[in-house]
């Protein structure tokens, strides 16, 4: 001990502060250590305190998710979409049964007719077709052996077609594949126009197959067209253009700046208007006026 002292008189002034310095800090570390740790583990159960007291909510949302299932509404099965029938539960196979049998023009027109395209298991016809919602036709037709019989569009010869610029709501549902939203559909289109003035604006209506309008054609026909809205495509501004349901914005732009550069518009120019739908200029140039 008297040496260590001896030792520690002998050095200089700096180098026995730097000691002492040295010293100090030896013993702090483990004191420092025991104070983060209890630092910690305040704060550690500070945080299992407020996990445990949420943790009765959270069992309670992971419940509710697994009991969760996705509301369902009546729908027509032969409209099945992939995603649709995988909510439903079908498999890819089953799905892909029924998606070749509408290729070629066919429908199943009853729970039973449902399961014998797709093969589908009894159990899940069972959850199924609750809902399904076949036409009125087809569900006061007259059973045939316990079955109904396939669905053939009627040919155009055997019906009387009606003018589609007169149809109403109800006259629409009466065609195979179309419901209440694409009537709506239908009818907002022929309300900006004024009317149709060819069946062929039909494929402009968003959701409509080509055998729901093949269908259409069998039964109606463009018989009147003296509703249709005119609009003068040389005194029209950008916006009213742009209100024209045949006109983007960057069409109708392009029209006043082809008859500002080059004066009234004819109806052989439309063809030469930048970014005009060529395709329906003879459908269009009846909706104009020159």
């Given amino acids: 001990m008297q040496g260590i002292l001896k030792s520690f008189i002998s050095f200089s002034k700096s180098q026995r502060i730097g000691l002492v310095l040295l010293f100090a800090i030896a013993i702090s570390i483990p004191w420092l250590e025991s104070l983060v740790y209890f630092s910690e583990a305040v704060v550690n159960e500070k945080e299992r305190a407020l996990w445990l007291s949420k943790q009765a ?19 027509n099965p032969n409209f099945i979409t992939d995603f649709k029938g995988y909510q439903l539960g079908m498999s890819v196979a089953e799905i892909d049964r029924l998606l070749a049998y509408r290729k070629q023009n066919k429908f199943v027109n009853s729970a039973t007719e449902f399961q014998q395209v797709t093969q589908v298991s009894d159990s899940l ?12 036709w087809v569900t006061k037709s007259q059973k045939r052996g316990g079955h109904f019989t396939t669905y053939e569009p009627a ?12 149809a109403s709501k109800e006259d629409l549902m009466q065609v195979y594949g179309i419901g209440d939203k694409i009537s709506d559909r239908i009818l907002q289109q022929k309300e900006k126009l004024g009317a149709f003035v060819s069946m062929e604006q039909l494929q402009d209506v968003w959701g ?29 501004t950008v916006k009213e253009l742009t209100q024209f349901p045949f006109f983007q914005y960057e069409t109708a732009k392009a029209v006043v700046v082809h008859r500002s550069m080059k004066g009234d518009i ?13 395709d329906k200029i003879k459908i269009i140039a009846l909706y104009l006026e020159f």
């Avoid at 040919?155 to 007169?166: F, G, L, P, Q, S």
């Avoid at 004819?266 to 060529?278: R, S």
């Fill in 57 to 75: 909510v959270i069992d309670s949302m992971k419940l509710e998710q697994k009991q969760y299932k996705p509301k369902l509404y009546p729908f």
């Fill in 125 to 136: 016809l069972k959850t199924m077709a609750p809902y399904f919602k076949f036409p009125d």
């Fill in 155 to 166: 040919k155009a010869t055997t019906v009387k077609k009606r003018d589609i610029n007169e």
């Fill in 208 to 236: 409509l197959s080509p055998e729901v309008i093949q269908q259409l054609h069998t039964r109606f026909e463009v018989q009147s067209v003296a509703k249709i809205k005119k609009i003068n495509v040389n005194s029209a």
């Fill in 266 to 278: 004819k109806i052989e120019d439309l063809a030469n208007i930048k970014g005009f739908p060529v």
